[in-house]
């Protein structure tokens, strides 16, 4: 450990439990020397943040619902009081009903195409609104996307398209918020079992495709995608701005099947 986060702190939203992307970021973090903090969702999850929470000496926010702007802004009240600054921010967050991702994009509802926007999307820009108040020495953002913006992949449907618009918004994010020193990116992941990841039909099928044809022959894990993010929230990154990361084993270079790959 050389200490990359020495002297930084800052909010992690998205740990659901100990296999989430959150808490690998969190993780490679705190090993660095981050001061870290944490919101939940909802009192199921508290007891799940808690004591990981404990584990890496990080100061839980409180319950965040990123539908309802008063629970984010008790969240960033409480950071505020706590620190008065944040150098950076990580957004781990998405969510879409699982009916809705499995069988054919076109039958997508209103309802929800708003819910997954809502949820997976603008509370991307919405915690930045509240960070980039904290940020008054720079900073760093993060978000988290997948492959499926780009591509279209098998029952990934209405949370693609959403992907895609995250995706976008890291762009104009980043450039609203360069001439502050505050930089915005994202790491598209290669498929890891995770709870949301649970919600998306056939995800063993995706899982075994990707470790089969990815150029390094393996899937991901959290710990990598740890370390990704440990790069893009250090000093080590500083002239990156509005950058889709990918921390996939190389999947995205891919234009067909691996010869090696056996049948599945
Ligand atoms: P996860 O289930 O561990 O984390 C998802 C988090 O989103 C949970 O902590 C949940 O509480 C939170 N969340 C959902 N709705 C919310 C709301 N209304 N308010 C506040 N929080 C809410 O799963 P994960 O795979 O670690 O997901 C983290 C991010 O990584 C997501 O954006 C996901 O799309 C993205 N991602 C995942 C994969 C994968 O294969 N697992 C690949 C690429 C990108």
Redesign the pocket.
């Known amino acids: 450990s050389v200490g990359l986060m020495k002297g930084k702190r800052g909010l992690i939203?998205?740990?659901?439990?100990n296999?989430?992307?959150?808490?690998?970021i969190a993780k490679a973090l705190a090993d660095q020397g981050a001061e870290l903090a944490f919101?939940?969702?909802?009192d199921a999850?508290r007891k799940r943040?808690e004591p990981l929470a404990a584990e890496l000496n990080a100061f839980v926010c409180g319950h965040?619902?990123?539908?309802?702007a008063a629970?984010i802004d008790a969240c960033f009240q409480a950071l505020e009081e706590k620190w008065g600054k944040i150098d950076f921010l990580v957004?781990?967050?998405?969510?879409s009903d699982k009916d809705e991702l499995t069988g054919r994009y076109v039958d997508t509802s209103e309802a929800n195409f708003s819910k997954t926007m809502?949820?997976?999307v603008y509370?991307f820009t919405a915690v930045a609104q509240r960070a980039e108040k904290l940020m008054t020495s720079g900073g760093s953002m993060l978000?988290?996307?997948?492959?499926?913006a780009e591509k279209v992949m098998p029952n990934y449907n209405v949370?693609g398209v959403a992907?895609a618009a995250?995706e976008a918004s890291v762009k104009y994010l980043a450039v609203d918020l360069g001439p502050k020193n505050i930089r915005v990116n994202a790491?598209?992941?290669?498929?890891?079992?995770?709870?949301?990841?649970?919600g998306?039909g056939d995800?063993r099928y995706?899982l075994k495709w990707n470790e089969y044809n990815a150029p390094l022959r393996r899937t991901v894990t959290?710990e990598e995608v740890g370390d990704v993010g440990l790069y893009l929230l250090s000093d080590l990154s500083r002239s990156v701005t509005g950058e889709v990361h990918h921390a996939d084993s190389g999947y995205h270079v891919v234009g067909m099947k691996a010869v090696d790959a056996p049948d599945i």
Do not use: E, W
Request: proline share 2%; aromatic share 10%; charged share 10%.
């Open positions: 939203m998205g740990v659901a439990n296999r989430s992307i959150a808490y690998g919101t939940y969702q909802g999850l943040v965040c619902d990123v539908g309802d629970t957004h781990a967050i998405g969510f809502l949820i997976s509370s978000t988290l996307t997948y492959y499926g949370m992907k995250l790491i598209s992941a290669g498929p890891i079992k995770t709870l949301a990841a649970s998306i995800f995706i959290i």
